[in-house]
């Protein structure tokens, strides 16, 4: 991985990527001054087109706004039909990590190799109804899995378990894969998935729902090193 905001991020792991999809973007500067400050590692992007799922978030101007507010590496989650088409723009407005659902297109590998040249690290995204032989056959072209532990499209839903069995799975076949994971990521689920083998952990409501994200950080992060599965 010769990218080196997506090698930074890496190395931070276990890290958590805060989802800046329920963030007050009345306030997107101090929002992001507020992470920095509370130490995160990375920031996570949710881009959503109303057609690959039944929600719009936000596109490229709002990538490029918060690119021009810090260095943190950005981790683009596309929920986008025909991600290939906007991978050029997206690495324009300053995605680091690009990450895209295996369900959203036919043919995985072009649009791999087409992020790949864009200098981006590349990730697939799994639904949770999508089994893991989605991805299994591209592992060594890829830097990511990203395993959903909820249906793409909103944030606050319950945590499916079913994203456990998958990062141990994954975990299982390939130990230096990165694995990140998405979706009712909280205090009661964090440890479970940094068991199961997770590396990046997403989180959109414990943070935001809360009036102090500095502690809600902390308290997540405790708990990750809690359930080290390095440590004895
Ligand atoms: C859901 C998004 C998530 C979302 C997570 O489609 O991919 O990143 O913001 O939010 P919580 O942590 O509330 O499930
Ligand atoms: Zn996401």
């Given at each position: 991985m010769t990218n080196p905001r997506v090698k930074q991020l890496f190395e931070a792991a276990p890290a958590i990527l805060p989802s800046l999809l329920q963030c007050d973007f009345g306030n997107l500067e101090r929002e992001v001054r507020r992470l920095e400050d509370d130490g995160c590692q990375g920031l996570h992007l949710d881009v959503m087109d109303g057609v690959f799922v039944p929600n719009i978030s936000y596109g490229m101007p709002i990538v490029d706004a918060i690119r021009k507010l810090t260095d943190l590496p950005l981790d683009v989650h596309l929920m986008i039909?025909?991600?290939?088409?906007?991978?050029?723009?997206?690495?324009?407005?300053?995605?680091?990590?690009?990450?895209?659902?295996?369900?959203?297109?036919?043919?995985?590998?072009?649009?791999?190799?087409?992020?790949?040249?864009?200098?981006?690290?590349?990730?697939?995204?799994?639904?949770?109804?999508?089994?893991?032989?989605?991805?299994?056959?591209?592992?060594?072209?890829?830097?990511?899995v990203l395993v959903m532990s909820v249906d793409a499209g909103f944030g606050g839903q319950a945590f499916n378990p079913v994203a456990i069995d998958?990062?141990?799975?994954?975990?299982?076949?390939?130990?230096?894969?990165i694995l990140e994971i998405d979706g009712g990521v909280n205090l009661e689920t964090i440890?479970?998935?940094?068991?199961?083998?997770?590396?990046l952990f997403v989180v959109g409501s414990a943070i935001f729902r809360s009036s102090d994200y500095a502690a809600a950080l902390e308290r997540l992060r405790a708990e990750v090193q809690r359930h080290d599965p390095h440590s004895s």
């Open positions: 039909q025909d991600p290939g088409k906007y991978a050029q723009a997206f690495s324009d407005a300053g995605a680091d990590l690009l990450t895209f659902h295996v369900e959203a297109v036919d043919e995985i590998a072009p649009v791999i190799d087409n992020v790949r040249s864009l200098n981006m690290g590349t990730g697939l995204v799994l639904n949770p109804g999508t089994a893991i032989d989605a991805v299994t056959p591209f592992l060594d072209q890829i830097d990511v998958k990062l141990k799975a994954l975990r299982a076949i390939k130990p230096d894969l440890g479970s998935c940094r068991e199961a083998g997770a590396d």
